[in-house]
């Protein structure tokens, strides 16, 4: 199976600053089949990005996916409040999906 | 608006057996692959299992096979996931997922608000 690495674990960041996390994958994933997802305490996860680089319906466009192959980083240009959250990369191209270990992105 | 409530969790032995259940409205149910994913406390995403739209195809976790088994209704717009032999790593908070697409190889586009299966003596 493919096993997704995050990086950091965690970041510390102030609101208006740049988050940049990172998603290595063991083997190439299959058409950069690669999601991110958001989680809050006591929520379930958000879809965020597909595709690798795809916004879903009604994100922002403060987030941005890039990548291929085996690296991967989510881009929240500008944190707001509500971002600071645990953050997950997803690979569906190959079974099993997998999911990293995620980020938590915390006020600094 | 696409909903999924889950419903099924509880408190069980280890040993033992739990079926959950997962309601689905305000989507075409019977076009998409459903997942089950599940968290266990303070700990990150693992995901158990899909079938496909029309239920005839299914893939579990290494960590579940042979013990748990995906299944839908399309007439009741419902999906369940039986669980046997329960073991106390399988204590998680499980979640209802809806596949982008008919197949297995698409992400997850909306999720339940999970229900809490906790298995313990």
């Known amino acids: 199976e493919i096993v997704l690495t995050q990086s950091p674990g965690t970041l510390s960041l102030s609101p208006g600053e740049r988050a940049t996390l990172s998603c290595r994958a063991s083997?190439?994933?299959?058409?950069?089949?690669l999601a991110w997802y958001q989680q809050k305490p006591g929520q379930a996860p958000r879809l965020l990005i597909s595709g690798a680089s795809s916004r879903a319906t009604g994100i922002p466009d403060r987030f941005s996916g890039s990548g291929s192959g085996t690296d991967f980083t989510l881009t929240i240009s500008r944190l707001e409040p509500e971002d600071f959250a645990v953050y997950y990369c997803q690979q569906y191209g190959s079974s099993p999906q997998t999911f990293g270990q995620g980020t938590k992105v915390e006020i600094k | 608006q696409v909903q999924l409530v889950e419903s099924g969790g509880g408190v069980v032995q280890p040993g033992r057996s739990l079926r959950l259940s997962c309601g689905a409205s305000?989507?075409?149910?019977?076009?998409?692959?459903m997942h089950w994913v599940r968290q266990a406390p303070g700990k990150g995403l693992e995901w158990v299992a899909v079938t496909s739209y029309d239920g005839s195809n299914k893939n579990y976790a290494d960590s579940v096979k042979g013990r748990f088994t995906i299944s839908r209704d399309n007439s009741k717009n419902t999906l369940y996931l039986q669980m046997n032999t329960l073991r106390a790593e399988d204590t998680a908070v499980y979640y209802c997922?809806?596949?982008?697409?008919?197949?297995?190889?698409?992400?997850?586009?909306?999720w339940g608000q999970g229900t809490l299966v906790t298995v313990s003596s």
């Open positions: 997922a809806r596949g982008a697409s008919s197949g297995w190889y698409a992400y997850t586009d909306y």
């Open positions: 083997q190439s994933v299959s058409s950069n089949f």
């Open positions: 305000g989507f075409s149910f019977s076009g998409r692959a």
